[in-house]
């Protein structure tokens, strides 16, 4: 995978880092329907596959995540979830556990599927899949990708301004299906 710098939107950001990567496209109804470079993908606003891995330790805090100002997407902004888009011909459980280790180094522990959602805001056409970890060991982050975390209660971890729409969407929907609760 090459990874390209490309001129940002705001010219106070630094440029954004494209992997050339072949994700996953899918129709507006979530079949699969070829494969494009991550760089095509966002110009022609194809629908795709992401994971969304939410990470909770004993306590019950989320693991948040503050996006590289060289991200492509929501540069600087607050993750509540790790993950990201599926690969061309990846099954989406291998998309969660390879984007888990490689952004937060968390390997070997088990994930639990709690469904899926559907994203179609700011141009980006998602079908999400929803995965919850509990995990209370060291975190390894990815350099190129996560700037820093924190944990904190899902309720303040909501309350924050600078959350991702996407992964913002994720937890609502994990809350209203019963996966998680406020004031745990």
Request: aromatic fraction near 8%; charged fraction near 25%.
């Amino acid at each position: 995978m090459t990874v390209t710098a490309q001129t940002p939107l705001d010219p106070t950001l630094p440029a954004p880092l494209v992997a050339d990567e072949s994700i996953q496209l899918v129709d507006a109804r979530n079949r699969p329907c070829g494969s494009a470079s991550r760089a095509l993908m966002r110009r022609f606003r194809f629908w795709h596959r992401a994971t969304y891995v939410v990470v909770l330790n004993r306590r019950g805090e989320i693991c948040v995540q503050r996006r590289t100002l060289t991200k492509e997407v929501f540069p600087g902004g607050l993750d509540l979830a790790a993950g990201g888009v599926v690969g061309a011909g990846e099954a989406v459980h291998v998309a969660a556990r390879r984007e888990l280790a490689e952004e937060l180094g968390i390997r070997g522990v088990p994930l639990r599927h709690a469904g899926g959602f559907r994203y179609d805001r700011g141009g980006n056409h998602i079908f999400g899949s929803l995965y919850l970890v509990e995990y209370d060991g060291p975190l390894t982050l990815q350099a190129e990708e996560v700037a820093d975390t924190f944990w904190c209660p899902l309720e303040e971890a909501l309350a924050l301004e600078e959350i991702t729409p996407d992964t913002r969407q994720a937890v609502e929907e994990l809350i209203a299906a019963g996966w998680l609760e406020m004031g745990r």
